[in-house]
């Protein structure tokens, strides 16, 4: 059984940066694909980012290039998400999640991909 627990987020004014975890418990973290994704109030849950197993590639959403990135330390089973730049419009629930059937260099971009999910951390930012 795979856990997955985000720490990081917060209340921060626009501009400011944030910068998220998901550390994971059992399973082999560095044979995961790995994603983030966000819900907002009203919405439905989109993909933010996401990373193949050795870090090699990854996946943005057009609405966070270049603000947002993603890694991870596959020693620390731990995925991260540098947010830089934040808007309002980036206001969410954040959630991580891991496709424990990843092929090596592949990089999920659907929810339907991923098998576990964290609980979530709430973004907020004010403008």
């Known amino acids: 059984q795979v856990q997955l627990r985000e720490s990081g987020g917060g209340l921060v004014q626009a501009g400011a940066s944030l910068r998220l975890a998901c550390a994971a418990s059992?399973?082999?973290?560095?044979?995961?694909?790995m994603g983030w994704f966000r819900q907002a109030p009203g919405k439905e849950r989109e993909i933010v980012a996401a990373i193949n197993r050795n870090g090699v590639n990854t996946y943005y959403a057009d609405s966070v290039k270049g603000r947002f990135t993603i890694s991870r330390d596959n020693d620390k089973k731990t995925v991260y998400l540098q947010m830089n730049s934040l808007e309002s419009a980036d206001t969410a629930v954040y959630y991580c999640?891991?496709?424990?059937?990843?092929?090596?260099?592949?990089?999920?971009?659907?929810?339907?991909?991923?098998?576990?999910w964290g609980q979530g951390t709430q973004v907020t930012v004010s403008s």
């Open positions: 059992g399973g082999t973290f560095n044979r995961f694909a």
């Open positions: 999640a891991a496709d424990v059937n990843a092929i090596l260099y592949t990089v999920p971009a659907t929810a339907n991909a991923y098998d576990y």
